[in-house]
């Protein structure tokens, strides 16, 4: 039997002290100049080398990951299952898993359970019980899921918090330590219920531990990414897809963070293809698309993908404690600006009209990669630009039907903004954009329109948070702008009748 793979969190805290130190108040990466935006597009193996070595990993993690980068340099379109050298280098260096635990899911009785392992295997996730533990699983990872399998854990109590284990071919493999989650409240419960969201990582955020931690310390029940997280303009070379996800899976502050608390994911264009990229992009087949979206499937941890029969799209609908979640995908269906339905497409526009109309709220979250409102570099790569008539068919729906509490969410315009939209109605839509996850540098804090923009702040590493109170008669949302330190940047608490349309 091999030796446990690496516990890096375990093994390296004073290492990761010292880093989240260095990152208090920006990115842990700054303390490295080469480490910066335009790093992270390139992505070269030396540059992903130096990224993990921002955490100072053991020398078996820094072998592994070297193998595996080279390994990808030579095949990038290779996946892990096509790779024996990447298992060979697992094996040679004891990694059972290669990533995960990665939580998602998450519902009143239960989360699912990510992992990659190093080879075909068994996974079994076991949580404790009277008198013992029940068994979930055991699920298959092969080389058709690329190694990875997805647990599902259910039938727990709902508002309970669970400790877990994870078994490999009936092997403990070693999780961050305090590995565990709470699973939400019953949907219609009078509850206090909080999710971390943000956008724009690029790669070199995941190595902010200090940013991680609090996140995933401050009492938050999930996380929401909207967009380029882990991948950096890799094109359609999907092996570099899978190369900058092992990068991620290694990172002990993401490793930390995943195994406590489900993460909800969407892309935009850097995780997607590359800059400002979308559709089937130039020198690109619908081939490659879909090849991207499978790598997508296989290294997140999302309730559904889109049009899963036509493999299309990464968009889905989900219920998360008092809220219903509908992220949008932003990228996959794009044709050309000012086409009809040319941002959305066509079928995603019908099912967000049907998914609208079923939620059942008190809170509904509805995210979009690039910025809802034009403030910000006049729509430059959004809605503004390609599709302002389907953006009006979505505002106008839920102010006739009254849907009331919607909270629109964005990123990638780098920074942290808030965006009041004010309709003919008099009702006024609450846009938040935190595409500030890397604190990297971007268009001005400040947009076209200071007076319906209470926030905008640029240059430093910052997560939101979507603090939800319906133990109240009229339920609120209170929003908070946070820095790694704790610190917060900005407040707003607002009721569910003032986010009620009025009637026409
Ligand atoms: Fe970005």
Redesign the pocket.
């Known amino acids: 039997m091999k030796a446990s793979p690496p516990n890096l969190p375990r093994l390296f805290p004073a290492l990761l002290r010292i880093l989240m130190l260095q990152a208090g108040t920006g990115l842990a990466a700054a303390a490295s100049p080469r480490l910066d935006l335009n790093a992270a597009h390139r992505g070269t193996p030396e540059i992903d080398m130096e990224l993990l070595k921002l955490a100072s990993p053991p020398a078996e993690v820094q072998s592994f990951f070297a193998a595996a980068r080279e390994a990808f340099a030579e095949h990038p379109r290779a996946s892990f299952a096509d790779l024996p050298a990447i298992r060979e280098a697992a094996e040679r260096h004891g990694m059972a898993i290669l990533g995960g635990p990665l939580l998602g899911c998450l519902s009143q009785d239960g989360v699912r359970v990510w992992v990659r392992t190093a080879r075909p295997a068994q996974v079994t996730v076991l949580v404790p019980a009277a008198g013992g533990e029940r068994v979930f699983g055991p699920v298959a990872s092969t080389a058709e899921s690329d190694f990875t399998a997805v647990v599902p854990v259910t039938g727990l109590r709902p508002a309970a918090r669970y400790s877990y284990r994870v078994l490999v071919d009936g092997q403990p493999v070693p999780l961050p330590e305090g590995a565990a989650f709470a699973t939400a409240p019953e949907p219609g419960a009078a509850a206090r219920f909080s999710i971390a969201f943000g956008?724009?990582f690029?790669k070199t955020g995941l190595w902010n531990g200090a940013l991680l931690e609090r996140i995933r310390t401050r009492d938050n029940a999930a996380l929401l990414l909207l967009g380029?997280s882990a991948v950096d303009d890799r094109d359609a070379r999907v092996g570099l897809h899978r190369s900058d996800y092992q990068l991620r899976d290694l990172s002990p502050g993401w490793q930390a963070l995943a195994a406590r608390l489900p993460v909800y994911a969407t892309w935009?264009d850097?995780d997607y293809f590359n800059n400002d990229k979308s559709g089937v992009p130039p020198r690109a087949s619908d081939a490659d698309r879909a090849a991207v979206r499978k790598v997508w499937t296989q290294c997140w941890n999302n309730p559904a993908y889109g049009f899963a029969d036509r493999e299309e799209g990464i968009f889905f609908r989900t219920r998360v404690g008092p809220c219903d979640l509908i992220m949008l995908d932003t990228r996959f269906f794009r044709t050309a600006p000012r086409e009809p339905d040319s941002f959305l497409g066509a079928g995603q526009m019908r099912w967000l009209v049907d998914e609208l109309a079923a939620c059942r709220g008190p809170f509904v979250i509805l995210t979009s990669g690039t910025m809802w409102s034009d403030v910000i570099s006049r729509g430059k790569d959004s809605w503004g630009v390609w599709d302002p008539p389907a953006r009006e068919r979505i505002f106008s729906l839920i102010e006739e039907r009254r849907i009331g509490g919607v909270i629109l969410l964005s990123g990638?315009r780098?920074g942290a903004r808030v965006v009041r939209i004010p309709r003919r109605s008099g009702f006024v839509f609450h846009e938040f954009e935190l595409?500030s996850l890397g604190a990297?540098p971007g268009p001005a804090a400040m947009g076209a329109e200071p007076a319906n923009q209470p926030l905008g702040l640029t240059g430093e590493a910052l997560f939101g948070e979507l603090a939800f109170d319906t133990t109240l008669p009229d339920p609120t949302v209170t929003v908070r702008v946070v820095a790694p330190d704790g610190t917060l940047r900005y407040e707003l608490t607002l009721t569910r009748s003032q986010m009620t349309p009025p009637k026409g």
């Open positions: 956008a724009d690029h380029d935009d850097h990638d780098h595409g990297h």
